[in-house]
């Protein structure tokens, strides 16, 4: 049985929110039900991130999600130390990151969570947990994988 990691805000969420509607309407919909959903080709058999109308490898359009296991590696990534925007300002530092989804064409920006930021290197697995910051949305954030697991 798969254990879906989730986190719930308890307090009012103040940072900037994604627009939920448009062509990453299913992404934004599975991911409140604790599933991440990938965008996949039917033309080349790949996949692909983020959400568009033609597969960007082949053009192919015939396109569906299909569940991913949330498990990648971090392609490149930042530490912020200040911010402006008054959402962030309580969580300094804080990391954001691009991570490389395992089997998918794209990076997904994100934040690394609930780890020393001196464990954060490119190339680390990492796994998803969905954070549920309003009604309607439910972030995709990322944890370090710990060794054995």
Same mark, same amino acid.
């Given at each position: ?51 568009? /109308?033609? *597969? ?7 396109? =569906?999600?299909? $569940? ?44 690394? /969570?609930? *780890? ?7 190339? =680390?697995?990492? $796994? ?22």
């Amino acid at each position: 049985m798969e254990v879906i990691r989730r986190v719930e805000y308890k307090v009012k969420y103040h940072k900037p929110l994604p627009d939920i509607k448009g062509i990453g309407e299913t992404y934004w919909k599975n991911l409140k039900k604790g599933k991440l959903t990938i965008q996949h080709c039917n033309d080349c058999q790949r996949m692909f991130f983020y959400p568009r /109308v033609a *597969c960007p490898i082949c053009g192919g359009t015939r396109i =569906a999600f299909k $569940e991913h296991n949330g498990l990648g590696e971090i392609y490149s990534y930042t530490i912020a130390h200040k911010s402006i925007v008054d959402g962030f300002k309580d969580e300094v530092p804080y990391v954001v990151a691009l991570v490389r989804l395992d089997g998918v064409r794209g990076n997904m920006m994100t934040n690394i /969570v609930d *780890c020393e930021l001196n464990d954060i290197e490119i190339g =680390a697995s990492v $796994e998803i947990e969905y954070r549920d910051v309003t009604e309607d949305i439910t972030l995709p954030i990322f944890k370090l994988v710990k060794e054995g697991n």
